[in-house]
């Protein structure tokens, strides 16, 4: 004789949906994406280039069919002024904000003057396309021919750093 098969749990059915109701979403899948070798290019809204930038690889996080997260490692920046090369940026990654129209650059982020190859040094540089200007953060340095000041905490200058200043002197000159 067989024995009666018995079987228990300890959950309930999962609810079935209404009639009516969709069933909820399900989380779009996340991936991501390493490249090679990169090339971006950015343009002011008056034709004119903006910036240039390489970078050896980057990593883009996507979850469904949009990118959420993009980093790019080891980069090198050319900004331009007038179609010409005004300054390097070289720094650890760097992240680009198409929306706000500003390059962020994170990790030992050195600035050359191809003018006169004066330098400014940070933990950080934003870079704001529009208004043509460099904002530097962290243990700030400025190096030129004979002299150089900082750390300092914040500087900003613009394109080729032939102009330099404190957020607050630098407003008071706008």
Do not use: H
Not at 18 to 36: F, M, N, S, V, Y
Not at 67 to 74: A, E, H, M, V, Y
Not at 97 to 105: A, E, G, H, I, R
């Amino acid at each position: 004789m067989a024995a009666p098969l018995l079987a228990w749990g300890c959950g309930s059915p999962a609810p079935a949906a209404k009639a009516g109701e969709k069933e909820p979403e399900k989380p779009a899948p996340r991936r991501a994406i390493d490249t090679g070798p990169v090339t971006i290019e950015g343009q002011l809204p008056n034709g004119e280039k903006s910036y240039a930038l390489k970078s050896p690889g980057a990593t883009f996080d996507i979850e469904g069919d949009k990118r959420i997260q993009s980093g790019l490692k080891d980069v090198e920046v050319t900004i331009f002024e007038a179609n010409k090369p005004a300054s390097v940026i070289r720094a650890d990654s760097a992240t680009i904000d198409k929306t706000n129209q500003k390059l962020v650059l994170v990790g030992k982020v050195v600035v050359t003057s191809q003018r006169d190859q004066a330098t400014l040094r940070a933990n950080q540089i934003v870079y704001r396309e529009t208004m043509a200007r460099v904002e530097a953060t962290g243990q700030v340095r400025l190096e030129q021919k004979g002299w150089s000041m900082g750390p300092l905490p914040e500087l900003w200058a613009n394109r080729d750093l032939s102009r330099v200043a404190t957020p607050k002197a630098w407003k008071e000159r706008e």
